[in-house]
């Protein structure tokens, strides 16, 4: 099976709703994990935007890289900007692309303004991301 690692700063949001989407709309083709080079908490929030689309990542833990280590991946994908900086090496056939998102942690407003920044940039995260992974995954057979 296709393996992919998503790997954001700390491991909160992003990430964890990529690992979530993944795992969830490409079950069978593709196996998800997810880790940050900083790792905190999953955001409640990300756990809310997720389970809107039925999908449940309310058991998901913020792991870091080093957690991960000696696990081999198809594919890296760094879904920030600080990640994509701090990357670790990957050995062997690992291919690593930065696919960024804007963070959604940092949005202000009142509760639903900020849940609006979360469902966005989770959709936007399954339209870009599944196409491709899908494709990747096809395209190794």
């Given amino acids: 099976m296709f393996t992919v690692l998503f790997l954001c700063t700390e491991n ?13 709309d490409l079950a069978g083709e593709v196996r998800a994990f997810s880790a940050g080079v900083r790792p905190t908490r999953v ?10 689309l039925g999908i449940d990542i309310s058991g998901h833990f913020s792991k870091s890289v080093d957690d ?4 081999s991946f198809d594919l890296v994908i760094t879904v920030c900007d600080q ?10 056939p690992t291919e690593v692309l930065h696919v960024g998102f ?6 202000t407003g009142s509760d639903e303004e900020i849940m ?21 995954a096809r395209g190794r057979t």
Avoid: W, Y
Wanted: proline share 9%; hydrophobic share 40%.
């Fill in 12 to 24: 909160a949001c992003r990430s964890q709703m990529a690992e979530g989407l993944v795992n969830h």
């Fill in 43 to 52: 955001n409640p929030r990300a756990i809310r935007a997720m389970a809107e």
């Fill in 68 to 71: 991960l280590a000696g696990q």
């Fill in 83 to 92: 990640a994509q900086e701090q990357c670790p090496f990957f050995p062997g």
């Fill in 102 to 107: 804007p963070d959604p942690a940092k949005a």
């Fill in 116 to 136: 609006a920044v979360f469902r966005q940039v989770r959709d936007d995260m399954r339209a870009t991301l599944i196409p491709l992974l899908r494709e990747k």
